[in-house]
T-cell receptor, first 118, second 113 residues
Framework: EAGVAQSPRYKIIEKRQSVAFWCNPI?????LYWYQQILGQGPKLLIQ????????DSQLPKDRFSAERLKGVDSTLKIQPAKLEDSAVYLC????????????????FGPGTRLTVT | AQSVTQLGSHVSVSEGALVLLRCNYS??????LFWYVQYPNQGLQLLLK??????LVKGINGFEAEFKKSETSFHLTKPSAHMSDAAEYFC???????????FGSGTKLNVKP
């Protein structure tokens, strides 16, 4: 079974530029998550999709971050304009089910995209 | 609100020694608990999870963890450390009806020869 794919693996941009990350979840997984992992911290959930609908985006800085999952499969996360404090690893994860479930599913993580904003 | 506290951002043990990584959680409802491992430049990989049932949970690579409700703890142990265990370990808590994970800040395990 193929894992969660992410690209690019590394990205360096200047502040005020824009950047986009791509994620392809495990086939058949309904739920997709984007996390931000700042150096020395645990992953923080930015947004959670159930199929192509947003379940939770309470931690997403909506003035600069956006995400979409148009066909309920691949997803993109965009930052525009980037700030220095956005330097982090952006992790994508997926799980088979998600909300409206009587149990908690394991989340499978991709390798992440390391973003450096200079 | 749920939260996870991992005591000790860095833990160093000798090869062959006991590994003990601490995790305490706060949750208003019965929690689901997880331990993940992250090797350099890689994503997180599940070590083990507690949902219901037996409170001592065995995972991959010889790790295990015990859910202690009275202490709100879910500490990770391994009887004998191996060099390949050097990595960062994250504890996470979730509620069953949202699948939203809250992660601790992580503990970096160093294994000395």
């Amino acid at each position: 079974e193929a894992g969660v794919a992410q690209s690019p693996r590394y990205k360096i941009i200047e502040k005020r530029q824009s950047v986009a990350f791509w994620c392809n979840p495990i086939s058949g997984h309904a739920t997709l998550y984007w996390y931000q992992q700042i150096l020395g911290q645990g992953p923080k959930l930015l947004i959670q999709f159930q199929n192509n609908g947003v379940v939770d985006d309470s931690q997403l800085p909506k003035d600069r971050f956006s995400a979409e999952r148009l066909k309920g499969v691949d997803s993109t996360l965009k930052i525009q304009p980037a700030k220095l404090e956005d330097s982090a690893v952006y992790l994508c994860a997926s799980s088979y089910t998600g909300t409206s479930s009587s149990f908690v599913d394991e989340q499978y993580f991709g390798p992440g995209t390391r973003l450096t904003v200079t | 609100a749920q939260s996870v506290t991992q005591l000790g951002s860095h833990v160093s043990v000798s090869e062959g020694a006991l590994v003990l990584l601490r995790c305490n959680y706060s949750s208003s409802v019965p929690p689901y608990l997880f331990w993940y491992v992250q090797y350099p430049n890689q994503g997180l990989q599940l070590l083990l999870k507690y949902t219901t049932g037996a409170t001592l949970v065995k995972g991959i690579n010889g790790f295990e963890a015990e859910f202690k409700k009275s202490e709100t703890s879910f500490h990770l142990t391994k009887p004998s450390a191996h060099m390949s265990d050097a990595a960062e370990y994250f504890c996470a808590v979730s509620q069953y009806n949202f699948n939203k994970f809250y992660f601790g800040s992580g503990t970096k395990l160093n294994v000395k020869p």
